[in-house]
């Protein structure tokens, strides 16, 4: 029944509470005034303002990956959308639940083609897994409840709510029901044991991915490998792994291709739990994109939306293994202080050292991060977050989500300089909210991958004007300032004795910390 003295954006907002969306990342503009209105009279959801849709975005789905449960955002019309894409792509492609709420014309102005009017829902379907544009005050409830529902579906997806303004405003409105969040798929237990015979020994490798690498499950991989003398391995991005010492310690496959086609041609049978096949990051001349070896026998036990829990347990008793001890249980293993000069290898290690019990790493290290993995395995036990989709400026946004999920863990963004660029406004929400969040910025003044990427495709004599193309010395970018001038406080180090000093502080103080790392 429709209440008359609630609004639509009233209902918006009463819904989502009911369906636990607590959270909203906000950058709203006039569209959205009444639900800003909703936001400032009703208890219960916090709001967190942003200064760019990036960043609202970003942070929604670092949310998402420590809270297990989406947060929601509100973004200003088509325009504001749009700017929120590259990140919204990036949680797509790591699973994430997102709740966007974004605002539209009233029906009666989008008939004028007013500057801001634009195809929102032609914008939005890309990035999204479920689209609605809610047609009266009377469906706003009932549409964000199925957008809530939406987003949780396994793994988490993308759900993009249109809220007009004039169902906003217009009374009338009715709070949505309560929800329940839909149940993982089966996984495939047709082929359980064709995967459980594929599994014998060193030729053979169980590649994990999704909600796979949790503690408990990757545990349950490691007794498979101990009975059965099979690799394990996970995908090169994942949304979250559970690392650290007393966990079991898997591998990445390598981003450069040269290097992962070595390390995965010995494998002749592989069985895929929450992964997908290898494949390259890009396509390159004269290099295949299909990394595993010709002939491999490949065996999709589960897929990303799928139980993967129940796969693992039932492939591990399917061959005998409940009670084997696990394998390959990191050890602690914290190498000693390194001095002088900082360069990539004592980077890893003070990074290591410094990581503190149940941190949150996340990591958009680009380039300079490829020694971290092992350098951190027997670190304190932490939980490592990757950029899922390849598009930067992920990590400063994501650490803003994963702070304010965890407000009790310390967050350790790693972050190259020109990725930090593009979201260098997160910085400021960090101040605004007293987030605990620590961010090394790597300071090379290049982006350095793109010119590994030029000989990856065969450019093998690049001249000085595509050099400058990749290079971010003209001018320097200050750091140390521009951190300032959002209110976090900020060194520059060149020593490791500088470096461990400042990652002691800013791991133990109450707020955010930034150190630019020259490199």
Known sequence: MKDEQMNGAESLVQTLLANEVEVCFTNPGTSEMHFVAALDHIAGMRSVLALQEGVATGAADGYFRMARKPASTLLHLGPGLANGLSNLHNAKKAGSGV??????????????????????????????????????????????????????????????????????????????????????????????????????????????????????????????????????????????????????????????????????????????????????FFAYPGKPAVLTREGAEITALAHAGADLGTALTDLCASIGAQDTDPAQVAEPDVSDAPEGRIDLDKLAVCIARAIPKDGIVVDESVTTGRAFSPATRGAAPHTWLNNCGGSIGYGLPTAIGAAVACPDRRVLALV????????????????????????????????????????????????????????????????????????????????????????????????????????
């Open 416 to 519: 190259g300089d020109g990725s930090a660029m593009y979201t260098v406004q997160a910085l400021w929400t960090m101040a605004r909210e007293g987030l605990n969040v620590t961010a090394l910025i790597f300071a090379n003044r290049s982006y350095k991958i793109l010119r590994g990427e030029l000989t990856n495709v065969g450019v093998g004599n690049p001249g000085p004007r595509a050099i400058d193309m990749l290079s971010l010395d003209r001018p320097a970018l200050d750091w140390v300032q521009m951190s300032h001038s959002m209110g976090v406080d900020a060194v520059r180090v060149t020593e490791c004795e500088e470096l461990e000093a400042a990652l002691a502080d800013g791991l133990t103080r109450d707020g955010p910390s930034l150190i630019e790392i020259m490199l």
């Open 99 to 280: 709740v966007n709420i974004v605002g539209e014309h009233a029906a009666s102005h989008i008939e004028l083609d007013a500057p801001l009017t634009s195809d929102i829902e032609g914008i939005a379907g890309p990035v999204s897994h479920w689209v609605r544009t809610s047609p009266s005050a009377g469906t706003v409830g009932k549409d964000a409840a199925e957008a809530v529902q939406a987003a949780m579906t396994a793994p988490g997806q993308i759900a993009t709510l249109i809220l007009p303004s004039d169902t906003a405003w217009d009374m009338g409105g009715t709070p949505g029901e309560t929800l329940k969040a839909p149940s993982p798929e089966a996984y495939d237990a047709s082929v359980l044991d064709t995967a459980a015979a594929a599994l014998d020994g060193p030729e053979t490798l169980l590649l994990l991915g999704g909600t796979a690498l949790t503690e408990e499950n990757l545990e349950i991989a490691g007794r498979i490998a101990a009975k059965t003398g099979c690799a394990l391995l996970a995908e090169w991005a994942n949304a979250r792994m559970e690392r650290g010492a007393g966990r079991v310690a898997v591998e990445r496959v390598p981003y450069p291709i040269d290097i992962a086609l070595k390390v995965l041609e010995p494998f002749k049978r592989i069985v895929l739990v929450g992964a997908r096949a290898p494949i390259g």
